[in-house]
């Protein structure tokens, strides 16, 4: 498993990642980690290696996109000094495209979506020891829906920051289309964005996965 | 217009029709009609048509379906001695199909839905002076969507009955379809069900103009 | 109708035009604009013409005089670069010098209410396409009736800027008068100034007929 | 003062006798008399003749016609044995005609409200030693206005019925009339039927007169 | 009656004048002079004078003593440039010696009591039209107890500073003494301080006659 | 100390007693025995004579007098088995005459007082290892202040039935006077009644030391 | 994995299966099974497995020992049809001895506890597919810890009812003791029995390991 | 007793010393000192010391460590000038070492423990009358358990500055261990540090005592 004995993950993203954390910061006792994927990677790596201690942290926040997440980078993640760091962002960066027509200046285009990503990823590469790319995903199995034909095109845009930074990357637009291919997308989640508990562990499954997790 | 003066319009329906209104009956002060298509038809028939006194009582119920109307057919639409009645109902008979696949008691099939539904036409034809067959919609322009193709065949069992019985019919998803070819689901509903307020206007216009509403 | 595609309708005013309206702007997701008549002008418009893609944002303040709407004209109106306008303003104005008589710091003098209005909309004119002039209005029949005259006097303020400056302009006054004929004052607004759905009915047809909106 | 020591007044009416008082019965520890006229006529009575020992019990409940009355008498009034009975009710009766003019249910006639009240006091004139009837009011000066006009008729009733059977009467309208004549309606109450304090203690102050009440 | 036409007569004291007031300033719409003896007061003068037009302002605060009253005189007094005050305080300023005696820094000295309440005078009275002395009080008829004692000392303050400075003067120990006569104390206030509603009819039926008040 | 290994203690009365106990049995986790003399005592016990296992159940009521007692006495004492009983009643049979003097029903005469109390003694006496009789008390020094004559005398009946019955007994009244000759009684009682933390302990003081409590 | 495809899998117990699960049955949309191990298998299931629709009930109640599972089985378990069942109880049994010595009504006996669990388990064997028994467990490290030991007695009781009934076992005591080895009991549990996120995990995977579970 | 007539004891430590006291001061009117030892340690020294006077002041705060101390010492001791002061802290200090393993931050070693104690001794010696160091505890029995060994040595910290700097000394697990004798920990404490009301009386006891404290 990749994360060394007493490693820091950092988790940032937006509402999926945050799920009900505490704030100021989603560490500490009490399971301030929320209620999806985030507390669920915790809780599968502290069950299944717990001699390593590894240092969970949830710093996502409901709405944002990756604008949001730059406003907030100095002091939500290099402040806190992780060792390793996860990124899911992009779900409200397209979705506003297509709740919020009117309102452009909520819109985060492809093109800045790519620049501030390739920022961040660029600030914080030197200073960890591991970075986590997570796609954005749409839990819609018809390819041709416009919002996740638009979806797909952010979720590119992280393989290929992924693939040129050489950090890991969970793909849970995938997993989430393997599990589309035996449900129907209301099964897994109400607005086919935030999911139930049997998603998150989609979620959390792919990415343990990556990290090389070892059920037993 | 086809409402008489000082006629009492019934609308029934699951929670669209609902939409927060008051309880245990949705009539009297206080704007007790909650927020939804109700409240517009009633706002729409009550400014353009002041002088006809139309009385309109929302008995909806969020999550009914077919076999609850049934339940409170008699305490909720019968006892309450209407005029004209309409019903809107069928989204969750199809939705629990799609998102409690594991619990089939909740899912109402297109049979009973078909013969249930026929029945409480044929025991409310004979007492009242009008029936509005309401179909229900699903917010989805892609038919070939599994839930959107259930739907159909329910909204088609809806214009079956209302021709069969000569009723007067209002196809809110013909309406529904209409705004798709210009926005984007999430942009009328937040979970392709629940319309904003300009979704349920679009409801309330298909309402009005199948009773011969003028706007002026 | 007079609002071009991609319109942006800013709506002024008190708590009629509130109405419950989200903080600190009444512009977004979830239903923000509030119970009252922005709510049915942005339905009605959203419905009708949703290729016109209008934006409607409410920044109605209850309580409001037009010596409040010019303390935060810089940043509720002017800042957020509107393309319309639409100001109601004046209930207030009047109504404190008839429920707390003793308060003469509350009341607004028909002389400040016309040189203040004068200001806002010679500030307002030059910045936008269009500007609509909404009188105030009292739901009292009898024209004799003490605030009803006064009312009567501060819509025809209004009127009169609306002329000079060649705004459009709704009178509201007008179309309560005409309810009025067949319904008694309690029917359609419990203290004669906050009106039920009915009501609020009747503001919004009157505000978009004034537009040219086309029902069909 | 027509009370004797020692005595129970019960006064029982609408949300104007009502008030917020205790339930279920408005009497006891910690000021359970509401905010009302009650509260004051128990207070200007205890404060003038402490000695007499004079008990006031409050009985009103908000939105009563006088056919609510009827439907609690014998727990609300007769079983609670009171030595005075006062009877304020008529306001609903009249208003539901005007604010809810497309639900007669709600109405009472002007028939059944004599022929109701007439039953009430041969009820109760045997069983107790005083009765004190109080007229509805409507705080509007235009003895045109409909409702005003209709209010009227209804006290007039209860002016009849209290010359009848010889009880005291305390014209709650003749004393708002006098008010009226310097006061606008809106600055007694905010819907021109539940006063504020001073509106209250106008009509305390009416009810104080009629039992003799001596200031000093 | 002494308060001429138009006068504003502004009330401070602590928790018996407070009684629930509105903040910050007691007065406006809605009944925001509590629910004590300032509240009867206002609502005795708008029943009997109504062509006065008296305008009340409460400023009481529950827990002051003369020396907080003096932290905030400027801006809860002077600024509000009231033609009429009266002051009510040193129960606290009493009573914190008998409640609290651990707590030397909470008592208020008679000497600290008398100089400021001097202070106070001296300040206001050319600015006003009228001041209005009302002496502390203690529900006990026992004359030795300590306490009684001690507010007697502090009441023959207020009674030197108003017949010094030729205010008028309420003595409401004297008041509440008469009520004594035929009362336990526990019947006109359950801690002996915080009078019920007969209680704080006894204070505005003190008040009122001292500025001449004729009941008809 | 006598009360015996395993004993189950059971206490009733009144609000003093009660103190926020848990319902409907105040006994259990999380402390359930209220804030008062009970959870002292309790406290006490357990402190020193944590071998014994003393089981102390609160079932005080707020507001009860000997007559509410006697309707629950089964219930509530005697299905519970305990096997020993103290009883704190009287305050409210007294208090009641003095501040709710108009209503004699909620008053409890001296002589039901003693009826009542010897009833529930002989019917509680054979079931139990030791009954404890506790005085009712009056926080006034003063003792021809009424209420506190008064209370001397229900006071002198519960002395008279403990030395009749050979019971113990607990006079909290001389408890409070010892403390009175140095402290007003505002300071140990807000309304000379509920104590705070230091007359709860001079309760549970005299309590204990009637068992022969031993401090080390 | 032994759960054929659609069975319904029932877990009951007590607080630890609870977790907050909703009432009154603990299935159904918005995550309904709580957040505990129950949420955890779940979730693990639903994601490995979505082909089979395993359907997940959560039955547990907070507090409750063998004693009310055995009082609720017929409406808890048996009504609702299960194709497999889960029992973990016996924590409170245990606990009540230690936090609660002086109440023996509330302890459960190691004999009670075994005669009950067998008559659960003989009645329920017949009906379903498969049964899981669960052992309690203590988290606590120090096996000579008196509760730690009692916990274990009722423990092997689970154990030899399975391998007599020869159901499956989850030994989550075993689990625990795994976990302690790297871990203080309060980084696992604040009361050494109601586990944070990891232990729940830790009770997940001893559960779903039993059931041949594959995480790929 | 040693503590002087009219002295003024300050009591700071972390959650057990808290309790739930008022904010921000511990002192004055309905019992502001929580529900812990320092309540109990002042009512019973107000109940066997009333002529005394002794003034007590509580200001703990939940989870705070020496650290945290260090940082309100200036505002929350000295400014409030006591006599005497007792400090009991250290509990968190070691626990965050056992239930948050992972955030060294949160940690407090001995030998900071050590230096800051002596140094707030040392701050405070010179200007108080007397000093009561107080040991920190842990409720088990079991002194090999790691927690527990930890603790002994915090507490070890506290006796030899006791000793060194000559000041009271109240061993509180010493007290704590005397009842473990013949309790389990969770008789005492839910999670074996927040005791219940009993074990609040074992710490008042031993406080109390070091005092000279005498029960009669």
Known sequence: MKLQKGSKLLMIGDSITDAGRTRPVGEGLFDPLGRGYVCFVNALLGAAYPERGIRV?????????????????????LDLKPDWVSIMIGINDVWRQYDS????ECHVSLREYETTLRELVALTRPRVTGLIMVTPYYIESNRRDPMRAT?????AVVRKIADAERTLLVDTQAAMDRALKVQYPGALAWDRVHPNQVGHMIL?????DVLGYAWK
């Open 101 to 104: 027509p009117l309102q452009p």
């Open 151 to 155: 979806m797909d095109k952010y979720g």
């Open 57 to 77: 942290v949830n710093m996502g926040c409901g709405g944002h996109t990756v604008r949001d997440l730059k406003a907030r980078w100095q002091t939500d993640v």
């Open 204 to 208: 959390a499954r792919a990415f343990v």
